[in-house]
């Protein structure tokens, strides 16, 4: 599963895909000379309301979060433990 990490003045906000309509409100409201948008929760809740203005740092990044850890069959380790 693909997790999308939006850093907001140092804040991080872990979005699930797609982000595409999410990323296009951002920009829309920094071009407009800034508004809120609403960014969604990872899971459920009403998200979070920011004001998005010019200049305000803001960062994407795409995290690949594997499925729930393996235990291989002959050793018993898990793959945390590797």
């Given amino acids: 599963m693909i997790v999308n990490r939006l850093t ?10 797609p982000v595409d ?22 899971r459920s809740g009403s998200g979070v309301d920011i ?12 995290i690949d979060v594997g499925e729930s850890p393996t235990a291989s069959a002959e050793t018993g380790i898990s793959e945390l433990d590797l």
Avoid: C, H
């Fill in 8 to 17: 907001v003045d140092g804040k991080d906000y872990f979005l699930p895909n």
């Fill in 21 to 42: 309509e999410l990323r296009g409100r951002i920009l829309a409201a920094i071009q407009a000379g800034g508004g809120y948008v609403n960014i969604p929760p990872l």
């Fill in 51 to 62: 004001l998005f203005s010019p200049g305000m740092p803001v960062a994407w990044t795409q």
